[in-house]
């Protein structure tokens, strides 16, 4: 789904902003603080109800304001109009706004819009803890994948009622049948949640080499899918093995929740051996790899919000993954302080200019003129 409209209010500096991008690429200009990254994370809201530079929302409501809203809307696969909203207020409250109906489901909200948000800190996929890559597969698996978030929940209830018993570390009456029950539960929700993963990682494989020839094809990049238990074994028998030790340090040491994507360039660690710039440019091409196959195969447009492109990525690359975005049907906001670090911007004829001062977002009426 593509934006056609957005509202931001009170969301941080921006007190009141209205604006209609355009289907292909947004280009969003203005000096040092004037707003471009906050109007990126009010998009942001959108598709994933949530900030990607704070936990704490409040620090995203408008000093002195009591709510921030968002709303933005546009025609779905179907053709059909939809409207999204989403509000936090400084009361910890969350709404979520659907089409009219309120509710505070955010999976509900994050599953209409499939975003990505790529930034200089996009490298910590790479470098960072394996959470990071696993949320980073799990974002394609849940928009393609029906079954992905409800497996995927009935395994982290699981995992927490199966954490407790380990915790509370007495064997008393009923704890071994509670026990064998959750574990039971958590095998089959983790059998699932892992076939779901790696058909995925499958299915997006051609598309990532094909990406990876272009953007990075000084090094052959392999990227596999550890499951987060032993090779040779079964899960069943992967905790079995584990049972004492787990019930030693009160927690489940082997599950799905401790996958992870290894990523190697020429058989070493990628984080090793890439340098910040090679690294951008490997997310970037498994980000587009990810937009490519739901535009391909199930017909779903992603939103990408390219926030401070300009670093780390030279003139070329950056041209190559907008237009590489661009041909599998994204919706592009790119954010920089002057027109210039995307000089290439200009041959896009349906492209828009919005420039930012202190909070106020105009859009320039004839961008090419
Ligand atoms: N809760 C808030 N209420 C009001 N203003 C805020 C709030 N949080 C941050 N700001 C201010 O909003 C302004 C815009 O910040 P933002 O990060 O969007 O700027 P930017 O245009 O992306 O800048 P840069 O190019 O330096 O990254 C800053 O001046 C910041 O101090």
Redesign the pocket.
């Known amino acids: 789904m593509k934006l056609d409209l957005v509202r931001l209010q009170d969301f941080?500096?921006l007190t009141s902003v209205s604006l209609t991008p355009s289907p292909s690429v947004n280009l969003v200009v203005?000096?040092?603080?004037?707003?471009?990254?906050?109007?990126l994370?009010g998009l942001h809201f959108l598709g994933f109800g949530r900030s990607f530079?704070t936990n704490k929302h409040r620090?995203?409501?408008?000093?002195d304001?009591k709510a921030f809203h968002v709303f933005g809307q546009g025609l779905d696969g179907q053709g059909r109009l939809r409207k999204l909203g989403v509000s936090r207020g400084n009361d910890d409250s969350i709404t979520v706004n659907i089409d009219g109906e309120h509710s505070h489901r955010v999976a509900a909200l994050v599953s209409q819009i499939p975003m990505q948000i790529f930034t200089p800190q996009s490298s910590d996929i790479i470098i960072g803890s394996p959470s990071l890559r696993r949320k980073h597969l799990d974002w394609g698996v849940f928009h393609v994948e029906h079954g992905f978030a409800m497996a995927s929940g009935h395994y982290r209830r699981c995992l927490s009622h199966k954490n407790a018993l380990l915790k509370s570390g007495s064997k008393g009456s009923g704890w071994q049948q509670q026990d064998n029950y959750w574990t039971e539960q958590l095998i089959s929700s983790g059998k699932t949640i892992t076939d779901y993963r790696i058909q995925f990682l499958n299915a997006i494989q051609p598309y990532l080499s094909q990406n990876l020839s272009q953007f990075l094809p000084e090094f052959c990049v392999e990227i596999s899918y550890h499951r987060g238990w032993d090779k040779e074994a079964s899960l069943e028998e992967s905790i079995q093995q584990k049972a004492e030790k787990d019930q030693r340090f009160g927690f489940l040491s082997v599950g799905p929740h401790k996958a992870d994507l290894k990523i190697k360039a020429d058989g070493h660690d990628a984080a090793e051996r890439l340098s910040r710039g090679q690294m951008r440019m490997l997310i970037a091409a498994l980000q587009l790899a990810q937009a490519q196959y739901l535009n391909s195969k199930h017909q779903k447009d992603c939103v990408f919000l390219l926030?401070?492109v300009g670093a780390e990525l030279d003139a070329g690359k950056r041209e190559v993954f907008v237009d590489e975005l661009l041909a599998c049907s994204a919706q592009v906001f790119v954010?920089a302080?002057e027109q210039q670090q995307v000089p290439f911007i200009k041959k896009y004829n349906d492209y828009k200019l919005f420039h930012?001062e202190h909070?106020h977002v105009e859009e320039e009426n004839d961008p090419n003129g």
Do not use: A, C, F, P
Request: aromatic share 0%; charged share 25%; no cysteine.
């Open positions: 941080r500096n203005g000096q040092n603080g004037s707003g471009k990254s906050s109007l994370e530079r620090n995203v409501i408008q000093h304001k926030d401070d954010t302080i930012v909070g």
